[in-house]
């Protein structure tokens, strides 16, 4: 399995940017599909954000559609979550997570997971 450390985050201004970073280490990250979680105080965690192994897919919630960027980069075993127009419900802490070859959208389905990051928009 991977082992994840993310970084960035943080408390921004509603309608601002944040930038989300989970470094993989371990075996072959390039085989790994990742994704991105949430989840806010009382509430269950929620998908945000998939991309492939290869990185040719990629996949969001509705909910973020059109506002967040996921991105990878293979040779630096890095996976990225960029956030744009931010709004006051995407406070939560947000959590990188990886399993191997295949995306799904159900946390049960990922074995590995970074420390979680706190994310905080105010108005």
């Known amino acids: 399995q991977v082992q994840l450390v993310q970084s960035g985050g943080g408390l921004v201004q509603a309608g601002g940017s944040l930038r989300l970073s989970c470094a993989a280490s371990g075996r072959t990250f390039s085989t790994y599909a990742m994704a991105w979680f949430r989840q806010a105080p009382g509430k269950e965690r929620e998908f945000v954000a998939a991309?492939?192994?290869?990185?040719?897919?990629?996949y969001y919630a509705d909910l973020v559609k059109d506002r967040c960027t996921i991105s990878r980069d293979n040779a630096r075993d890095t996976v990225n979550l960029q956030m744009n127009s931010l709004k006051l419900e995407d406070t939560a802490v947000y959590y990188c997570?990886?399993?191997?070859?295949?995306?799904?959208?159900?946390?049960?389905?990922?074995?590995?997971w970074g420390q979680g990051t706190q994310v905080t928009v105010s108005s």
């Open positions: 997570a990886a399993r191997r070859w295949y995306v799904t959208r159900n946390p049960a389905d990922f074995a590995s």
């Open positions: 991309i492939s192994w290869r990185g040719d897919s990629t």
